[in-house]
């Protein structure tokens, strides 16, 4: 597990400034949450961690390497997106396999690596079937092998529950940090609901208007002293 340095960063669009000036480490090994209302600079923060945008100003570090300026694919972060965005035409294996693949992996060694990732977390046998024929918690789990196939230093999580029913949430969210714990991940993941963010989290960071309001322990955040 790496470390995750955020060193002044500022992301601009224009005249609007989705990030001013935000630092933060994120400790190897760690789930740390962004909390904080719709429009406040999450999802551009874990963005800019995953290489996805490029911050304006300012330095990131990922295990102590500055990455300020490497693409994704150079950053060894991977992302698991709120839509999941598998591949519809692609079985679940295929979808998994598929990193390994583009990596240079052989079509044997991808499909290994991949089986691997779904019995780790609970979809063998289900690696023949389209993304269609799963439920919304199997498939969520299917875009979470995808992202762990690739070995990555850092996961990351956008509002991963957003598209599940209620029932479902809670298991969902027990079992990423279940998984988190037992792999020893660093996880950063975005929600706007505190009540998750208290459930999952090491750490949280209160954002509010680009900025960092408030970071603590859920203890240090929301107990009484
Ligand atoms: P959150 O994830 O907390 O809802 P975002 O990071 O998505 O917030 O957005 C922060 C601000 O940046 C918002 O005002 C949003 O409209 C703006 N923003 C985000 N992405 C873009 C973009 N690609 N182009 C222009 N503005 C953007
Ligand atoms: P979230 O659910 O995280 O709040 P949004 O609905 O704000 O996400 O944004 C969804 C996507 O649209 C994000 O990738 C974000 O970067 C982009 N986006 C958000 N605001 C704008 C904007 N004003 N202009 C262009 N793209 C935007």
Same mark, same amino acid.
């Given at each position: 597990?790496?470390?995750?340095?955020?060193?002044?960063? @500022?992301?601009?669009?224009?005249?609007?400034?989705?990030?001013?000036?935000?630092?933060? @480490?994120?400790?190897?090994?760690? %789930?740390?949450?962004?909390?904080?209302?719709?429009?406040?600079?999450? @999802?551009?923060?874990?963005?800019?961690?995953?290489?996805?945008?490029?911050?304006?100003?300012?330095?990131? %570090?990922?295990?102590?390497?500055?990455?300020?300026?490497?693409?994704?694919?150079?950053?060894?972060? !991977? &992302?698991? #997106?709120? !839509?999941?965005?598998?591949?519809?035409? &692609?079985?679940?294996?295929?979808?998994?396999?598929?990193?390994?693949?583009?990596?240079?992996?052989?079509?044997?060694?991808?499909?290994?690596? /991949?089986?691997?990732? %779904?019995?780790?977390?609970?979809?063998?046998? %289900?690696?023949? +079937? /389209?993304?269609?024929?799963?439920?919304?918690?199997?498939?969520?789990?299917?875009?979470?092998? +995808?992202?762990?196939?690739?070995?990555?230093?850092?996961?990351? #999580?956008?509002? $991963?529950?957003?598209?599940?029913?209620?029932?479902?949430?809670?298991?969902?969210?027990?079992?990423?940090? =279940?998984?988190?714990?037992?792999?020893?991940?660093?996880?950063?993941?975005? @929600?706007?609901?505190?009540? =998750?963010?208290?459930?999952? !989290?090491?750490?949280?960071?209160?954002?509010?208007?680009?900025?960092?309001?408030?970071?603590?322990?859920?203890?240090?955040?929301?107990?009484? $002293?």
């Amino acid at each position: 597990a790496a470390s995750v340095q955020f060193r002044n960063v @500022t992301k601009r669009y224009g005249n609007v400034t989705a990030v001013d000036d935000v630092s933060f @480490t994120i400790e190897p090994g760690q %789930l740390v949450t962004l909390l904080g209302p719709s429009g406040c600079g999450k @999802t551009t923060t874990l963005r800019m961690i995953a290489g996805l945008e490029m911050a304006s100003e300012g330095q990131i %570090l990922i295990g102590g390497r500055d990455v300020t300026n490497l693409s994704a694919a150079d950053r060894d972060v !991977s &992302m698991v #997106f709120q !839509s999941y965005a598998l591949f519809p035409h &692609m079985s679940v294996l295929e979808n998994v396999a598929y990193g390994p693949s583009v990596q240079g992996a052989s079509k044997k060694d991808a499909y290994e690596m /991949a089986m691997e990732k %779904l019995s780790l977390i609970g979809l063998k046998g %289900l690696e023949k +079937r /389209a993304p269609s024929e799963l439920s919304g918690g199997q498939q969520q789990r299917v875009a979470v092998a +995808r992202a762990l196939v690739l070995e990555p230093q850092v996961l990351l #999580f956008d509002e $991963p529950l957003s598209n599940l029913d209620a029932k479902l949430r809670r298991r969902v969210r027990e079992d990423i940090r =279940e998984l988190q714990q037992s792999l020893n991940l660093t996880v950063a993941y975005v @929600t706007h609901d505190q009540e =998750e963010a208290l459930a999952v !989290s090491d750490h949280i960071i209160v954002m509010s208007n680009a900025r960092i309001a408030q970071t603590g322990t859920p203890r240090e955040l929301y107990e009484e $002293p």
